[in-house]
């Protein structure tokens, strides 16, 4: 369901306890190593028992391992700062070069538990909860979702935005969420709510909750079109199975490497495989190796993969011996662009399409389907771009908006692009699992929607109350 009721159940990860010096610098020292490598440890098994949160969780073990940190605690003990308060500056060290990369909430969630660890202390409610409940919180992090008890029925947080890290995380969990809520910190322990994901609404008390019913889109719904699965880690492939997704319509490579375990899941059905994405929110080491003031308009996409173009080649080999698939390039900007990855990609003998993450990519939709054989409309970028809207940002929340007339009118020029070209046009962002909103996507002209396994049951129903006019029509409505 994405309509569901609980108790409220408060978190506050802010370490409370003591913070002084216990002894020489040299015990405090090991003090703050020991904590910073129990979190690394932690961490990793974190990933391992929440397979869509490991990368970023590895990466995050990795800054806790870091010997550059090591040597900066080093420095500040040796300057009579404690364990806690020597991690605490050690990390701050770090954080402007952090920020510009777009890992700040890492960084600080790393340095909040080497804290802890240093302190003794854990995070959390103080006791196994059984019962189902609602999480209440002012922000979570990866690590604080991958270790959530399997009694949360919903979480609803104060920060973060609808595609936030958390946002996604928790609907590849499967769990309901309500992120950047702006009274989350008004609710009190204990106190029922309603839990509505998919509206974006927290009820106090008990609403009616909506049961998914799961009719098939060919019971009255609109021919031909797909409902795929956005897949990050081994664990989807399942998922996505068992809600009947009909393919992969974006495989984040970033975060997995097993092609051929996925070609294989899906014999016959369409697998899209994203290429690396690095910068802005997913900086991968080898490609941005440098800091930007601002990374989401830097080196990222295409752009770090034009500048390293052995790194793309080396992937698109490892596709072609998995059996094949389709590729897509990231940030797509005009037709230059879609006709270089173009020619990458088919010189492996591979299915080359891009994705439209920028108003620039919506507006030259024809001219990039006339070198590409698809395009997937990535609406978390192309809000973003659109309304300058920063959706890492809590305040830029509001404007998270997929609904919005001018996104809503880029993607129909999209969907007019691939009709006049005769290729398909599809969503993959998470525009793409609102009910709501799948029927105007699909009237705008979109062929599949691709999404995480969880959703598919709920669109597949929504659709399946709609004919392809009457798709038409809401879309015509909904963008004025």
């Not at 109350?465 to 004025?480: F, H, K, M, P, V």
């Amino acid at each position: 369901m994405s309509t569901v009721s609980g108790p409220v159940v408060r978190l506050d990860f802010q370490p409370t306890g003591p913070d002084a010096v216990t002894g020489s610098p040299n015990r405090e020292y090991a003090r703050a190593l020991g904590a910073l490598s129990g979190v690394a440890q932690t961490l990793r098994e974190l990933g391992l028992r929440t397979p869509a949160a490991a990368s970023i969780l590895e990466a995050q073990a990795m800054m806790a391992e870091d010997p550059v940190l090591a040597e900066r605690v080093r420095s500040f003990v040796d300057g009579g700062k404690s364990a806690e308060e020597a991690l605490r500056n050690a990390f701050d060290s770090f954080r402007p070069g952090i920020a510009a990369a777009g890992r700040a909430a890492d960084l600080d969630d790393v340095c909040r538990r080497a804290v802890w660890a240093a302190q003794g202390t854990l995070p959390g409610t103080g006791g196994l909860i059984e019962y189902p409940h609602v999480v209440v919180a002012l922000d979570l992090a990866p690590a604080d979702l991958a270790a959530l008890e399997e009694s949360v029925i919903a979480i609803v947080t104060a920060q973060g935005g609808p595609t936030s890290h958390t946002a996604i995380l928790a609907r590849a969990m499967g769990i309901p969420a309500v992120t950047g809520w702006t009274e989350a910190l008004s609710l009190r322990d204990g106190e029922v709510v309603t839990v509505d994901s998919d509206a974006g609404v927290v009820s106090r008390g008990v609403t009616a909750a909506r049961p998914v019913a799961t009719p098939a889109i060919a019971n009255g719904g609109p021919q031909g079109v797909l409902l795929q699965a956005n897949i990050g880690s081994s664990a989807d492939i399942a998922q996505a199975l068992s809600a009947g997704a009909q393919g992969v319509g974006l495989l984040r490579s970033e975060f997995m490497t097993g092609y051929a375990e996925v070609i294989a899941a899906f014999p016959g059905k369409p697998v899209v495989i994203r290429v690396f994405d690095a910068g802005a929110d997913k900086p991968l080491p080898f490609l941005a190796k440098t800091q930007e003031p601002n990374p989401s308009l830097g080196v990222r996409g295409l752009r770090a993969l034009r500048a390293h173009p052995d790194v793309l080649t080396a992937q698109l080999r490892a596709i072609a011996e998995a059996g094949g698939a389709q590729v897509m390039a990231p940030m797509v900007g005009d037709q230059q662009d879609a006709a270089w990855f173009a020619a990458q990609a088919r010189s492996f003998g591979l299915s080359p399409g891009a994705m439209i993450e920028v108003p620039a990519a919506a507006v030259l939709a024809r001219e990039i389907l006339s070198e590409v054989d698809f395009v997937s409309v990535g609406t978390n970028d192309l809000v973003q771009y659109t309304l300058a809207a920063d959706r890492q940002l809590a305040a830029m929340a509001p404007l998270q908006n997929p609904w919005h007339p001018a996104v809503l009118r880029l993607i129909s020029w999209v969907g007019q692009a691939a009709q006049a070209t005769g290729k398909p046009a599809g969503v993959c962002g998470e525009a793409a699992a609102d009910p709501r909103l799948a029927p105007v996507l699909v009237g705008l002209g979109m062929s599949s929607l691709s999404m995480s396994p969880h959703a598919i049951a709920a669109v597949r129903a929504a659709l399946s109350a709609y004919t392809l006019e009457q798709c038409r029509e809401l879309a015509q409505n909904a963008i004025g």
